[in-house]
């Protein structure tokens, strides 16, 4: 069955090239971004995570951890590190789960449950192990976005999604499309003019069911 949002992602054992952990451990109370790619030593991925890396900074900012998943094995993890670093410049501080016998991969339904790796395999026999998870710290998916092997990811795009998810869950509220922090949020329906009012000041109306208003400083 699909993992579908609001699910509690699977609590698995995993292992890393940082250790062994369990994953509702691991998270904790933070957010966690989980992104998994289908091999070590390929080149749009190399990219992506020399991305992660780079943005270091902002996963802290927001209480964000980052796991990223291969199926490939630990030995080859470390190696690869190597390229990652030295191609973005930045330390790959962020484990990566080594699910070279797909437990993790089937169990968040990236690949079906009759998927296994042959000898000598390429990318294509893994190509949907491509998936980026953000969970909350309630352990529940809240967002998932999957990828083909030949388009890069947009890591500004999952920190902007990560700010409007604890934008929302933090105030109460949905943002409209294409926000970035600071701009207006949407008022939900359940909430009455006047109390909206209330608790920003003001509200813009554009339709009877669209009201955006600024949250407070």
Known sequence: MALRINDTVPDLTVETDQGTFSLHDWI????????????????????????????????????????????????????WKGDIEATCGAPAGFPIVADDNLEMSKAFDMLPADAYLPDGRTPADSATVRVVFIVGPD???????????????????????L???????????ATPANWTVGQDVIVPVAVSDEDAIAKYGSIDTVLPYLRKAKLPA
């Open 163 to 173: 700010d409007a998810l604890q934008t929302s869950a933090r105030e109460n509220v």
């Open 28 to 79: 904790g109370d933070s957010w966690a971004i989980l992104f998994s790619h289908p091999k070590d030593f390929t080149p749009v991925c190399t990219t992506e995570f020399g991305a992660v890396a780079q943005l270091h900074a902002e996963w802290e900012k927001r209480g964000t951890k980052v796991m990223g998943i291969s199926v490939d094995s630990v030995e080859d993890h470390k190696k």
């Open 139 to 161: 352990k529940k998916l809240k967002l998932s976005m999957t990828y083909p092997m030949t388009v890069g990811r947009n890591f500004a795009e999952v920190l902007r999604a």
